[in-house]
């Protein structure tokens, strides 16, 4: 019994250390000299999505893709290069779907613009309701609909 309890506690353990070393090993920790560098480097491959992960950011992604990412973020810093140069050279190399917030230009007009123009159609539809609601009057019934009236709750009397 002793030994089955050994067993099972060195079992856990050696799972426990491997599923701990795989965590850590799945992303490289850079370590910066510049703190502002290392500020720059975490805002950067957080606000990038990995083109394989669908919506995972870069610096949580662990796909080579996204290391190759973060790597070339790295190196342009390193150069010198400033943020909008850096985020100009990943878009070009893989494309304007990598940022989460999509630059205001003539292809993104719709996305950027139709959360509004929504808005302010419900805006003008709520407006035209309220006005229709309040300029509704009530008018009096003719004879012809006071006889219908009048008979269906003859009937319902009856029933």
């Known amino acids: 019994m002793a030994l089955r309890h050994t067993l099972a506690y060195l079992l856990l353990l050696m799972m426990s250390a491997w599923m701990t070393s795989a965590a850590m090993a799945a992303i490289e920790v850079r370590h910066f000299d510049d703190p502002v560098l290392e500020k720059r480097y975490h805002d950067l491959t957080s606000s990038m999505r990995c083109p394989l992960c669908e919506n995972q950011a870069i610096s949580d992604s662990n796909a080579p893709i996204a290391g190759d990412m973060r790597e070339r973020i790295d190196t342009l810093l390193n150069e010198g290069r400033s943020d909008s140069e850096i985020i100009d050279h ?48 009530t008018r009096a019934l003719n004879a012809e609909e006071r006889a219908r009236l009048a008979q269906l709750m003859k009937r319902g009397d009856d029933a």
């Open 90 to 137: 990943m878009v070009q190399r893989f494309g304007e779907y990598i940022l989460y917030n999509p630059r205001l230009e003539n292809r993104t007009y719709l996305l950027w613009g139709l959360p509004i123009a929504l808005l302010v159609l419900g805006f003008v539809v709520i407006v035209l309701i309220v006005r229709a609601r309040r300029h509704a009057t």
